[in-house]
């Protein structure tokens, strides 16, 4: 469990993840499915991937250019939406936007992705932190 008000160890979380990203880099294989995102607010851009097989997340996977909170929110994703299957990984999203829009959410099953606790406090990294999010969105509920 991580102490949300604890700012020096969300500002690590944040920038260990942006400097060394654990799921950055797409695998090679054609059952993945692949999002292309580009912020409309700056220039980050990303693909962010998913290879869903038996209706589990078998990998998930990320490559582009994107500031801290995009980069180290996506990454952290990518953690928390492995081995989830379909339904539990829309439940995990679903709970995260809770946390960026400052709505009601379950703390306990957000783990690193607390470091954005309080994005809404700060109107333009709201699209920062949703980049990945909203790719991850769009291939669980197929629309891409």
């Known amino acids: 469990m ?26 090679e294989n054609d059952k993945a499915i692949i ?3 580009d912020s409309p607010t700056c220039s980050d851009e990303i693909n962010v991937q998913l290879l869903i ?7 998930a ?3 582009g250019n994107a500031c801290a909170i995009s980069t180290a929110s ?3 994703l990518c953690s ?6 379909v339904e539990e990984a829309k439940e995990q999203l679903v709970n995260y936007y809770n946390m960026i829009a400052g709505n009601e ?9 607390i470091a954005f606790w309080e994005i809404n406090k700060q109107g333009n990294r709201i699209n920062c932190a949703l980049l990945g999010a909203d790719g991850f969105k769009s291939i669980l509920n197929k629309e891409v």
Do not use: A, C, V, W
């Open 35 to 37: 999002k292309f995102q």
């Open 80 to 85: 928390k939406l492995k081995q989830l299957n």
């Open 105 to 113: 959410y379950d703390e306990s099953i957000l783990d690193e992705l």
């Open 61 to 63: 996977r990320f490559d």
């Open 74 to 76: 996506t990454d952290i």
């Open 53 to 59: 097989e038996n209706e589990k997340i078998i990998e």
């Open 2 to 27: 991580f102490d949300k008000d604890d700012k020096i160890q969300l500002r690590q979380i944040i920038m260990e993840h942006y400097t060394e990203p654990d799921y950055k880099g797409l695998i």
